[in-house]
C-alpha cells in the first residue's frame, strides 16, 4: 500500500488517520504494520465501503481537502470496490533502534556468523565484507558509484545492501549509505581478528539531522553547509526555497520535523 509523503507526515502528527482505497481484494491486513521512510505506519481497519456513504469527516480524515475531492481521487477504476482503510503512526522502526544500539561481543558473533552464511548462500561469491568496506570508506555516495567501485551491477548491489539494512549494520540516506554503530562494530570486529587496523572514522555532525528530504534537497542544503535541523530550524521559508532544489515539500518536511 502506497502512502505520499505528505501523507506519511500527517500519520504522525495524528491528522491523518483513514485512507481509501479502490482494490480488486484488500491488499493489507488489519495489524500489518508497514515499514516507511517515517516509521511504522499500523493498519487498524479494512472495510469496503460504498463512496456515496462518504462524508466530509472522512475526506478530511484522509487528508482530502474536501468530499468532492476524496471522490474525484476515487474515480479512476470504478468497476473496483472503495476499500475504508484505518492507519495510525505506530513508532519508530526497529531497525533504527538496532542501527544506534551497540552489539554486545555476542551479538557482533552471530552477526557475523550471519554475514557468513549470506555470503555462502550467494551465486556470486562473498560479499558482505566488501559492501560494509566500500559503505564505510565512501559514506553518503551514491549507489552506482560505489557498486562500481566492486565492479557489480546496481541493482543486484542494492539488493545486497538491503540484505545488510535489515541486520541494522547500514543505513540508507537521501544519497548513498552509512554504516550504523552496530555496523561499525562488525566491522571492526573482523579488523581485529584479522590483526588489521581499525579506521579512524570521522564524527557524526553534532545536532539533529535532518529529516529525509530527498536528494536534491539534500544536495542543496549540504552545499550550503546546512547538515542539520539546528542549522535550518529558523531560517526564513524563502531562504531555503531559494537554494536550488529544495521545494514545497521539503520546507514542509522540515518544519514538521522542528515542531515535533
Partial sequence: MRISPTELDAVVAGTLDLAFRRWDRPRVLVGTRMRTRVGLVEVTSVDEVDPATLTEDDARRAGARDLAALLRGLAADPDRPVFRVGIRFA???????????????????????????????????????????????????????????????????????????????????????????????????????????????????????????????????????????????DLPEADLLALHGVGPIAVARIRAAVGR
Fill in 91 to 233: 513508532g519508530e522502526d526497529p531497525r533504527a533502534v538496532l542501527r544506534r544500539t551497540p552489539p554486545t561481543a555476542d551479538e557482533v558473533a552471530a552477526l557475523q556468523a550471519r554475514l557468513d552464511r549470506l555470503d555462502r548462500a550467494s551465486s556470486s561469491g562473498a560479499w558482505t565484507a566488501a559492501t560494509l568496506a566500500v559503505i564505510d570508506a565512501h559514506s553518503e555516495r551514491r549507489a552506482p558509484e560505489l557498486a562500481d567501485e566492486l565492479g557489480r551491477p546496481t541493482p543486484e548491489f542494492k539488493r545486497d545492501v538491503r540484505k545488510l539494512k535489515e541486520l541494522g549494520l547500514t543505513e540508507s540516506l537521501d544519497i548513498g549509505y552509512r554504516l550504523s554503530l552496530r555496523g561499525a562494530a562488525v566491522v571492526d570486529a573482523a579488523l581485529r581478528a584479522a590483526g588489521q587496523p581499525v579506521p579512524e572514522r570521522a564524527p557524526a555532525p553534532e545536532g539533529t539531522p535532518l529529516p529525509s528530504l530527498g536528494a536534491p534537497a539534500t544536495r542543496a542544503l549540504r552545499a550550503a553547509g546546512l547538515t542539520t535541523l539546528e542549522a535550518v530550524a
